[in-house]
């Protein structure tokens, strides 16, 4: 069965960095892009980018260019979202979604990245 | 960008009564190749979102048949035809016609 599972909560001080791992199983990796998924305390959903996992090329939504940085280890099935010089606005919970079509099938569990001095 | 505006914001459902919800986007969902872009997603409390409809109508595998998607163009609703206590938590509609790909603002639905 196909399964996303994330990093662990991460509470950082601003200015630091954080790397959220997103591990799959039960698909080839390669077949399906790899999206990324914030939600802010008690907001709504905004879609972050997404990742070519063949090619390993990432595409980036306005808003998350510069500091957030997607990256592969396809040796592992393994997605990975790292922020730096963190605010305390990127407190969030950072989700991984599997692409299917032009949707996402399945979801990782999420991962609370907190920012807080 | 494409704007998804869902209403209502929130719905108190009696169990095995109807619940409806409407998501109206700034521009048509329909792409050249036939398809509409337009899907459902339930977040349940505690949980990441789960897929529920695909292209406006199709169920997603294991969606129970009492959820359905329907609408054209703009404007689509999601209808549940009986609530059952499990059906609790925000639903979001989305598009992925065009980047970046978008949600609505949630919809929450709550048992009375």
């Known amino acids: 069965q196909v399964q996303l599972v994330q990093s662990g909560s991460e509470l950082k001080k601003p200015g630091a960095s954080v790397k959220v791992f997103c591990k799959a199983s039960?698909?080839?990796?390669?077949?399906?892009?790899m999206n990324w998924v914030r939600q802010a305390p008690g907001q709504g959903l905004e879609w972050m980018g997404w990742?070519?996992?063949?090619?390993?090329?990432?595409t980036y939504a306005q808003g998350f260019t510069g500091r957030f940085v997607f990256s592969l280890d396809t040796s592992v099935s393994t997605a990975y979202l790292q922020i730096s010089s963190l605010k305390a606005e990127d407190t969030a919970v950072y989700y991984c979604?599997?692409?299917?079509?032009?949707?996402?099938?399945?979801w990782g569990q999420g991962t609370l990245v907190t920012v807080s001095s | 960008d494409i704007v998804m505006t869902q209403t209502p914001l929130s719905l108190s459902v009696t169990p095995g009564q109807p619940a409806s919800i409407s998501c109206k986007s700034s521009?048509?969902?329909?792409?050249?190749?036939?398809?509409?872009?337009l899907y459902w997603y339930l977040q349940k409390p505690g949980q990441p979102p789960q897929l529920l409809i695909y292209?406006?109508?199709n169920r997603f595998s294991g969606v129970p048949d009492r959820f359905s998607g329907s609408g054209s163009g703009t404007d689509f609703t999601l209808k549940i035809s009986r609530v059952e206590a499990e059906d609790v938590g925000v639903y979001y509609c989305?598009?992925?016609?065009?980047?970046?790909?978008?949600f609505g603002g949630g919809t929450k639905v709550e048992i009375k």
């Open positions: 979604a599997k692409r299917l079509g032009h949707s996402f099938d399945y």
């Open positions: 039960g698909y080839t990796f390669t077949s399906y892009a």
């Open positions: 990742i070519n996992t063949n090619t390993g090329n990432p």
């Open positions: 521009q048509s969902l329909l792409h050249s190749d036939g398809k509409t872009y």
């Open positions: 292209e406006i109508s």
């Open positions: 989305m598009q992925s016609i065009l980047l970046p790909l978008t």
